[in-house]
């Protein structure tokens, strides 16, 4: 069954089947930025998996603190980031869990892993079980 989702004006639009690879938080301060939020909430969902619906993103490229390329995919008009690629996940798409369309979607899959665990605001919690990392996995 395919997952799908989209940017708040609904005209760049993806889906994707089967598991994604990882659900992860990240607290770096790029997806602090890239959110608007304290951090961000990720799934990484493999190239053969996911599909660009619909819309053609803006894009944005920067050189992550890591040090690696990433591009966030964006709507030109309503400003949503909705995925982003790159040199850390080579061959995935990072999708934002907030464009998914089941609203259950978050409270029905917890995080497995923080990333930049070490960079979490201090009002935050751990969250119970996932896999605390200081950075990105190598």
């Known amino acids: 069954m395919a997952q799908e989702g989209g940017c708040l004006c609904n005209k760049v639009r993806v889906n994707y ?3 994604p690879n990882a659900h992860v938080l990240c607290h770096c301060l790029d997806c602090r930025k890239i959110s608007g939020s ?5 799934i990484i ?34 400003g949503t980031t909705v995925y982003r690629t790159g040199d ?18 978050p409270t029905k899959n917890v995080p497995k892993g923080e ?18 990392m200081p950075g990105m996995p190598s």
């Open 38 to 42: 304290a951090y961000s909430n990720n």
């Open 88 to 105: 850390s996940f080579p061959g995935a798409n990072i999708v934002k869990v907030g464009v998914m369309d089941d609203p259950e979607w």
């Open 17 to 19: 089947t089967g598991e």
């Open 45 to 78: 969902v493999p190239d053969g998996n996911f599909k660009l619906v619909s819309g053609t993103p803006k894009t944005f490229t920067k050189t992550a603190d890591s040090g690696n390329t990433i591009v966030s995919h964006f709507c030109g008009d309503c």
């Open 115 to 132: 990333l930049f665990a070490g960079q979490r605001v201090p009002w935050a919690k751990e969250v119970d079980g996932a896999a605390q």
